[in-house]
């Protein structure tokens, strides 16, 4: 019998990738620019050359990742950001 689980794990959509790879074109530069502008974090962790981007979904009935863990390559810090299904960004 399996034990069942009462937390749940996010379904990994695409394995830590750096983001300097092509196929992480698509993901959204606002999202990278946030952890980019962070100033609370190292500047390794802020350098594109050593960010490395694991997609997931925390509900599996999703067509797509709404999760980024933005990881350092260098000291393998992770940042985590949500992916809303718009972002609301007030201009002005
Ligand atoms: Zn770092």
Redesign the pocket.
């Known amino acids: 019998m399996r034990p069942e689980r009462i937390t749940k794990t996010p379904e990994v959509v695409r394995a830590s990738t750096p983001i300097t790879d092509p196929s992480m074109k698509d993901i959204p530069l606002a999202y990278l620019m946030a952890v980019k502008n962070n100033e609370n974090?190292?500047d390794?962790?802020r350098d594109f050359d050593?960010m490395h981007v694991e997609l997931q979904k925390t509900d599996p009935a999703l067509e797509s990742a709404n999760k980024l863990v933005v990881a350092?390559g260098?000291?393998?810090?992770k940042q985590t950001r949500f992916v809303g299904g718009s972002a609301n960004t007030k201009a002005g």
């Open positions: 974090l190292d390794c962790c050593n350092c260098q000291c393998g810090k």
